[in-house]
């Protein structure tokens, strides 16, 4: 399955944007996706992940009750609001996806993963 990011951008401590993760290749349903940010000098870290359901959900402790991760498994995509956004949330967000036959299975660790997709930059200025 291809990945492909889009949505990030410059915004304002506070502010809000919404990440759109598109695939193609294979149909999503099939895949446990995630949302992972790394910055520059940093280790990629875990920010939310759906299970295959949509039913199950699990974030970061930084991002909980700010982020929120969805999915539309019709149009193959995955999203990821994220409001109050503060800059140390700046980093290139990254979608991954995981093949898993289970729908209510969800995953945090990066090595669960294995499609990625090749990044956006969000900035958040203070």
């Known amino acids: 399955v291809q990945l492909v990011e889009s949505g990030g951008g410059l915004v304002q401590a506070g502010g809000s944007l919404s990440l759109s993760c598109a695939a193609s290749?294979?149909?999503?349903?099939?895949?446990?996706m995630g949302w992972f940010r790394q910055v520059p000098g940093k280790e990629r870290e875990f920010v939310a992940t759906?299970?295959?359901?949509?039913?199950?959900?699990d974030y970061a402790d930084s991002v909980k009750g700010r982020f929120t991760i969805s999915r539309e498994n019709s149009r193959n995509t995955v999203y990821l609001n994220m409001n109050s956004l503060k800059p140390e949330d700046t980093a290139v967000y990254y979608c991954?996806?995981?093949?898993?036959?289970?729908?209510?299975?969800?995953?945090?660790?990066?090595?669960?993963?294995?499609?990625w997709g090749q990044g956006t930059l969000v900035t958040v200025s203070s």
């Open positions: 991954a996806a995981a093949w898993r036959t289970h729908s209510n299975v969800v995953l945090t660790t990066i090595g669960g993963y294995n499609f």
């Open positions: 759906i299970s295959r359901s949509g039913v199950y959900r």
């Open positions: 290749g294979r149909t999503l349903r099939d895949y446990v």
